[in-house]
């Protein structure tokens, strides 16, 4: 199936609590839908004839959620997911729109990589995927990619995954290229020399397990280098994935001098601590790794602010096989699509964010990251679309996921808020 509207006939959603960051709406009405794209909020168009009602009663209805950071695995990687697979864990989990990082195998360094992924979700149609294009030629680090032909190819923003780029110089230069293509640039801050061969945070926990561990430093020593790039070039630089409170307080004092630089955070850093990995808890390996307490406060804090402006799912699936080993020979990453709207609800309950605020987090602030016109609701929009219950309660485990990867330190816990419809582009792609 397709991602076009030609499949999509209109739909009308009673009854629901519409909320719409964007339009700054937050009101129970009706929301139509015709042709691919948001008809009409209220009442229904002149000569509008629904052909499908879904009754939002007690539930809330939000434009579909946009992930600026979620791994699919294909191509290469098929052993532990695949574009088909995890599109449709994405629209279970209401997201309609997902950036993949580069570090596929082969990378997303040539146009025929980044039309590939996107054929394959476009054949499946769930969900819609952006592939990010690789900075440098292979993620070596050293030779600047083909940019324009990779923004022709559908790339809205280029990435190094999280490989380093040594080499100051080449990162200049390829912030300049990027910024030449009006392409904005992911950044994964780590001083590659601080965080080689860690895999956990470097602090209590580390030293009484016996793990190398990445210092806080490594990440202040990152943001440090790639804010002075960009206030160098004017590049627009986003952090993907910040993981302390030194580097947000870092980020904060640049914005607030005008620097065009943006930052998302992963939903899990906002909730686990250093803590989740005692015992060698291998579903707890995570890269940036989780940190202290006090971190994850900082970076709630920073959401709280707006100066964190997104919340990704950073959806890493991996084979059982994976997590298996001792800690040091098991793989970074969690499965996390489906679990990023529960854990975003629960900062409404912990009174971090209202309910707007959260949503904007995860719909209209990281459309806005990728430079797409999407995350929104008003009439001529592309009808992509969540309806959740914020009450539902569902526990974390195999059989409650869609995702192929079940690895989650989440495993187990209960969370609130569950997605009913999720639809693409007018069609429903999620029903449960």
Request: hydrophobic share 45%; net charge negative.
């Amino acid at each position: 199936m397709s991602d076009t509207s030609a499949a999509a006939h209109p739909i009308s959603i009673r009854g629901g609590r519409i909320i719409d960051p964007a339009a700054d709406i937050d009101a129970v009405m009706d929301l139509h839908l015709a042709g691919g794209a948001i008809a009409g909020l209220g009442e229904a168009p002149a000569g509008f004839d629904a052909q499908q009602v879904i009754d939002a009663t007690g539930l809330v209805v939000c434009p579909g959620l946009v992930d600026v950071s979620a791994r699919l695995r294909q191509p290469g990687q098929e052993h532990k997911a695949t574009v088909a697979s995890e599109t449709r864990a994405a629209a279970a989990a209401g997201i309609t729109t997902l950036c993949c990082p580069p570090d596929t195998l082969p990378p997303v360094d040539t146009p025929a990589v980044a039309q590939l992924i996107r054929q394959l979700a476009e054949e499946r149609g769930h969900a819609r995927v952006l592939p990010a294009g690789a900075l440098t030629r292979g993620l070596d680090g050293e030779h600047i990619s083909e940019m324009a032909a990779l923004k022709l190819a559908g790339c809205p923003v280029m990435s190094n995954a999280d490989r380093p780029v040594r080499n100051t110089r080449v990162l200049r230069r390829a912030l300049e290229y990027a910024s030449t293509y009006g392409l904005g640039t992911f950044l994964h801050p780590a001083d590659a020399y601080l965080s080689e061969g860690g895999m956990v945070h470097e602090g209590l926990v580390a030293t009484q397990l016996g793990l190398p561990g990445i210092p806080e430093a490594a990440e202040v020593l990152g943001v440090a280098r790639d804010l002075a790039l960009a206030e160098q070039t004017g590049a627009r630089v986003h952090f993907r994935g910040l993981s302390t409170a030194r580097a947000t307080a870092m980020l904060a004092e640049a914005r607030s001098r005008g620097l065009p630089v943006s930052a998302d955070v992963a939903a899990h850093q906002l909730w686990l601590t250093e803590d989740a990995v005692a015992g060698f808890n291998a579903d707890a390996h995570l890269i940036p790794p989780l940190r202290t307490a006090a971190d994850r406060d900082a970076l709630r804090a920073a959401v709280a602010a707006g100066e964190i402006t997104a919340i990704c799912s950073d959806h890493q699936p991996h084979e059982p096989d994976a997590k298996l080993s001792p800690f040091p020979q098991t793989e970074p990453g969690m499965s996390a699509l489906e679990t990023l709207l529960p854990l975003v609800l629960g900062l409404v309950r912990d009174e971090v964010l209202d309910l707007c605020d959260a949503i904007a987090c995860v719909t209209a602030n990281p459309a806005a990251i990728l430079d797409r016109p999407l995350g929104r609701l008003q009439p001529g929009a592309v009808a992509d679309v969540c309806v959740f219950d914020p009450h539902a309660r569902w526990v974390v485990g195999e059989d409650t996921l869609v995702s192929r990867g079940k690895n989650t330190p989440l495993r187990g816990i209960e969370l609130t808020g569950r997605v009913r419809w999720t639809l693409l582009a007018g069609r429903v792609v999620h029903e449960g």
